[in-house]
């Protein structure tokens, strides 16, 4: 689901060639529709990870992005408990606690200019499944960094998550991630 995760946006990363760039100050929105109408999001700031321009162009970013599933918060305890320990198994074994992004790849974002729109692909870990995601990604300059921002979908019968349900009340198999954060070297 997420992750992210997470997420991506190194597109002004390849701005500069040289050292890694490291996630700040990011928010991480896991907009979650229900079937029987109306949304809820999953919220955490707990985005980490850095990616270098790669050497080889594909993909374009070596490095990973990781979203602390543990830390997302529905606003409600026992949604929270159940997101985390009945759908994603977060205490299962070792990387269901994460979603990670990696193998980054940007598509209409100038490498030279890091400002702009654009697309992106990447490999998502999430709950012992590894699977190709795409979505959008637009990406500015912001003090010292880069603030990028990507929103991607994420089914989550891809990742054998079952479909959330509580009472009668469930969650789509689809869910929307939304990443913003800030990138620096």
Request: charged fraction near 20%; hydrophobic fraction near 40%.
């Amino acid at each position: 689901m997420k992750t992210t995760l997470f997420l991506v946006w190194l597109a002004g990363a390849t701005i500069a060639a040289a050292g890694p760039w490291r996630v700040e100050q990011a928010d991480v929105r896991v907009v979650c529709p229900m079937t029987v109408g109306g949304s809820f999001a999953a919220k955490t700031t707990a985005l980490s990870g850095s990616v270098t321009p790669s050497t080889h162009h594909s993909p374009a970013f070596d490095g990973s992005l990781a979203v602390d599933l543990r830390t997302l918060d529905t606003g409600i305890g026992l949604r929270n408990e159940h997101l985390r320990e009945r759908y994603l198994e977060v205490s299962k074994a070792p990387g269901y606690d994460n979603a990670i992004l990696s193998d980054i790849d940007l598509k209409g974002v100038d490498p030279v200019a890091p400002e702009g729109k654009g697309s992106f692909t990447g490999s998502l870990a999430l709950h012992g499944v590894k699977n190709t995601v795409a979505g959008s990604v637009e990406a500015r300059k912001a003090g010292a960094g880069i603030r990028v921002k990507a929103t991607f979908p994420v089914n989550l019968s891809d990742f054998h998550i079952d479909e959330p349900s509580y009472l009668g009340v469930g969650v789509k198999n689809t869910v929307q991630v939304e990443v913003a954060f800030t990138i620096t070297q």
